[in-house]
């Protein structure tokens, strides 16, 4: 079994984060994404907007 990656993107501009997991070269793992969103919400600052995460 393949363990997912996952990334903590950090948005300078707004001093907040938000996960990152890639699925391939162009798709992204969007349960995962939400799932870790909503586990980290009370620890972290998050992006409220979920569209404007954008991997550099």
């Given at each position: ?21 890639p ?19 009370r ?14």
């Open positions: 079994m393949r363990h997912p990656r996952l990334t903590m993107v950090y948005l300078r501009e707004h001093g907040t984060f938000y996960p990152y997991a699925r391939g070269a162009r798709c992204r793992d969007r349960p995962m994404e939400l799932k870790t969103r909503s586990s980290l919400t620890i972290v600052p998050m992006e409220s907007g979920i569209g404007r995460g954008h991997p550099v």
